[in-house]
């Protein structure tokens, strides 16, 4: 029974305007020199001068770099100095407010959105590309759609950025009339059919999980994550969902909920298993592979596997390899296909917490943040390579023999 198996839609493009990286991996050296570059061409140049404007373009490009790269501090570094040379930049403007909303510095974010509105009249549609993402962060949906329209009318054609306005557009049409209430470390928007009562217990589940996993990864989530509960399945239809999903993670945590069922075991678990894969994504750069993601994130809701339930899920088919499992986990269409792999990403974490402890499956997740590989992850914190690892839970779970036996009898 997976009724409520949730999976993590890892391939939404949502996922690119969301991500924060943990630890920056260092930047490449030719981006380091250009910036060295501007700084000193900057130094004799009058602001408001054609050549300051000039340079005040090639200092937002530079900016916009490191907010792509997950730097949104030195990126606002780079572009406070494009606005101190244009003042009219309002590209800049745009993506110092992105890059101060990554911050959390949501004052400053207010300051340079007003600004950045103000010029967007003269600047290029990339400022409404800029502008989309930082109103869908805030789960500003009207303004993300309007902005986005925008870009697509100024001529904008970033494939990535109309299928996220695509996904506005479905979402507002479910979101409408949606309540909502901020705090710190949650943002929640429900329909008004979920009654408070539900939305406060889902709250405190949340912040009781949100202290044991931050424990865990060994850090907070950088801003106050968005909840959205839904009465019922229309959100997940729109977005093609399998039936048996209840929960999705695409940088907002999307829960379908029962309006009359209050908080039950199995919303609970859901919302357990959407925060883990808020924490495995910032905790590792967005870096970590889907059976990590998933391991993890049904560990999390508290779910734990036996020697008996894997023989019986790996009687006729062959456990894939780390490596095989990469992509995508859920296996659209083939339930059993997904459930086997299911089992077997939590499977392996639970081998690795045995073995190796909680702790160094924690460091695995952070060492992909600071820019290792899996492989140089997992040697690090367990001595394994991905193939050792593999063989070493096909022994633990007694796989291998069995495999052995039949090889034997075919
Ligand atoms: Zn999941």
Redesign the pocket.
């Known amino acids: 029974m997976i009724a409520a198996l949730?999976?993590?839609l890892l391939t939404l493009a949502a996922l690119a305007s969301e991500t924060i990286l943990a630890q920056i991996p260092p930047p490449p050296a030719d981006l380091e020199r250009r910036v060295a570059d501007l700084f000193r061409r900057a130094a004799d140049i009058p602001a408001g001068s054609a050549a300051a404007v000039t340079l005040s373009k090639e200092f937002t490009e530079a900016g916009a770099a490191y907010l792509a790269r997950g730097d949104p501090g030195r990126a606002t570094e780079l572009l406070e100095r494009a606005y101190g040379l244009d003042v009219e930049n309002g590209l800049a403007l745009a993506e110092l407010t992105l890059a101060d909303v990554r911050l959390e510095n949501f004052d400053a974010a207010a300051f340079y959105l007003r600004l950045a509105e103000q010029q967007s009249a003269r600047s290029p549609p990339e400022i409404y590309r800029v502008l989309g993402e930082v109103y869908d962060s805030l789960h500003r949906l009207e303004d993300a759609a309007l902005a986005w329209e925008q870009y697509q009318r100024l001529g904008g054609d970033d494939p990535q950025i109309l299928q996220q306005l695509a996904r506005v557009r479905r979402e507002q049409s479910v979101a409408a009339g949606q309540n909502s209430l901020s705090g710190e470390e949650f943002s929640f928007y429900w329909d008004p059919s979920i009654p408070e009562a539900t939305v406060t217990r889902v709250a405190q589940r949340l912040s009781a999980d949100y202290v044991e996993q931050a424990e865990f990864f060994g850090t907070r989530l950088p801003a106050s994550q968005v909840v959205v509960l839904y009465a019922g399945r229309a959100y997940f239809s729109l977005v093609s969902a399998p039936d048996w999903v209840s929960g999705v993670f695409d940088g907002k945590i999307r829960v379908s909920v029962d309006p009359d069922g209050g908080l039950t075991g199995d919303l609970a678990a859901v919302l357990s298993?959407e925060l883990a894969?808020a924490f495995v994504r910032y905790a590792s750069a967005d870096l970590a592979p889907g059976w990590l993601?998933?391991g993890l994130?049904q560990w999390w809701e508290g779910k734990r596997i036996t020697r008996s339930e894997i023989h019986d899920i790996f009687k006729k088919r062959s456990p894939r390899t780390l490596a095989e499992m990469e992509g995508n986990l859920a296996r659209r269409g083939d339930r059993a296909a997904a459930r086997a792999n299911y089992a077997e990403a939590l499977a392996v974490i639970e081998y690795l917490m045995e073995r190796h402890g909680a702790g160094s499956v924690a460091c695995v997740v952070r060492d992909l943040g600071t820019g290792r590989g899996l492989a140089e992850a997992l040697r690090l914190e367990t001595g394994l390579t991905p193939e050792e690892l593999f063989r070493r839970w096909k022994e633990w779970a007694r796989l291998t023999r069995a495999a052995d036996r039949t090889a034997a009898n075919p």
């Open positions: 949730p999976i993590v298993h894969h993601h998933e994130a």
